[in-house]
């Protein structure tokens, strides 16, 4: 069974840094496409960025260009998400997760990790 447990959310000050983790597990990956989401307080949930899980294709936001970047780590079996020149309306739940492949449904999801941006 698929496992996605996220980490690293927080409270930052604009114009931060935070790196968001999701911990893999059940699976071979390799075929996979793992995505981070986020919901702000009374929004729907929308995509930030999405990678194949061997590297190559990643595509994001227009609100995620330029200052977040994904990544994974095959050895760690572990996304990441890194998240700079944070903005108050960044703050949101973010969540992870994974799709059998492109062009796929996203059928896989972590709890989620909490950001806080201050202004």
């Known amino acids: 069974q698929v496992q996605l447990v996220e980490s690293g959310g927080g409270l930052v000050q604009a114009g931060g840094s935070l790196r968001l983790s999701c911990a893999a597990s059940?699976?071979?990956?390799?075929?996979?496409?793992m995505g981070w989401f986020r919901r702000a307080p009374g929004k729907e949930r929308e995509f930030v960025a999405g990678?194949?899980?061997?590297?190559?294709?990643?595509y994001y936001a227009e609100s995620a260009t330029g200052r977040f970047t994904i990544s994974t780590d095959n050895a760690k079996n572990t996304v990441y998400l890194q998240l700079n020149s944070l903005k108050p309306e960044d703050t949101a739940v973010y969540y992870c997760a994974a799709s059998e492949g492109w062009g796929q449904a996203y059928d896989y999801w972590g709890q989620g990790t909490q950001v806080t941006v201050s202004s």
């Open positions: 059940g699976r071979t990956f390799n075929n996979y496409v």
């Open positions: 990678i194949g899980w061997s590297g190559g294709n990643s």
